[in-house]
């Protein structure tokens, strides 16, 4: 059976991405002053050209974006992909169900769905809480609740694993979603947004790569990745979305990947690649 985040991938603790474990501890509070050098020159079309050498050669499409929302300057690599979510579609999920009812509403069984869900990335719990917030059509309307344009549920039967799991999406709209977990202007409630924070915050071992591979020594990172292969292409969709520090939301989706050792290494390496232009360690 193909796999979208529920299991542990035999390569990802070993792979040649350089994962590295993270602070299982939830970010700082929103509008800490995080005390950082002065970021470097900033020249898009230098970090455009700097992936095109690395990814060149590797299979696949790949999109990202990543986001200073202290400041507003954002950086997009083929904006117009369409790529699938894999399991960080159920960042989503657990948002959508927060915005139905609060944490402390829930019942135990289906917070520890929640908890398993994110941590662990458990495939049978993001099914029990898909059902709950309404299936295809829920998930679409808490996309756009969250201001996401290109973001919508599959209906019906899918044929390559889980209906949330091929939900195609754009980096862009990851992006938002990550702002919409830190902004004040969000329709999520501030406590139910450090609920998501802190569950991102403390993803299990082996699952926190990614994102975290940006962020400098130190500081903390919420993350959900997602990784799932297509029966079709028997080739792997990698994907990693987050916050580094609250500052900057990430968002990098690929597709086309042999193994998914493959695809994590290329996740961290065009993390790593960009965001050594939005700051310096």
Not at 33 to 39: G, L, S
Not at 79 to 91: C, D, H, V, Y
Not at 191 to 199: A, P, Y
Request: charged fraction near 25%.
């Amino acid at each position: 059976m193909p796999l979208s985040g529920g299991t542990r991938p035999a390569q990802a603790p070993s792979s040649p991405g350089g994962t590295r474990a993270i602070q299982a501890t939830p970010p700082p509070k929103e509008g800490t002053d995080a005390q950082e050098p002065k970021p470097p020159a900033f020249n898009p079309k230098a970090i455009t050209k700097r992936l095109n050498r690395y990814l060149a050669g590797r299979p696949g499409p790949v999109t990202a974006t990543v986001k200073d929302l202290a400041t507003g300057r954002v950086y997009r690599y083929h904006k117009g992909e369409r790529l699938i979510t894999a399991s960080t579609a159920k960042a989503l999920i657990l948002m959508a169900l927060l915005r139905k009812t609060p944490w402390r509403k829930l019942d135990k069984a289906t917070r520890h769905d929640a908890e398993i869900m994110i941590r662990h990335s458990d495939n049978h719990a993001a099914d029990r809480l898909w059902t709950r917030i309404g299936g295809a059509a829920g998930f679409t309307k808490a996309a756009r609740k969250f201001g996401l344009r290109h973001t919508s549920g599959v209906a019906g039967d899918c044929l390559d694993l889980y209906c949330w799991g091929i939900t195609r999406t754009s980096a862009d709209d990851q992006v938002k979603l990550m702002n919409a977990l830190v902004s004040k202007k969000s329709p999520l409630p501030e406590k139910e947004r450090e609920r998501v924070l802190k569950l991102m915050g403390s993803v299990a071992d082996g699952q926190n790569w990614g994102v975290s591979a940006g962020a400098c020594k130190g500081r903390r990172t919420a993350l959900k990745n997602g990784w799932l292969k297509r029966v079709s292409t028997e080739r792997w969709a990698v994907v990693s979305v987050g916050l580094i520090d609250r500052r900057y939301a990430v968002a990098v989706l690929t597709e086309g990947s042999p193994q998914v050792g493959d695809g994590i290494a290329m996740v961290e390496g065009v993390v790593t690649r960009i965001l050594r232009s939005f700051r310096t360690c």
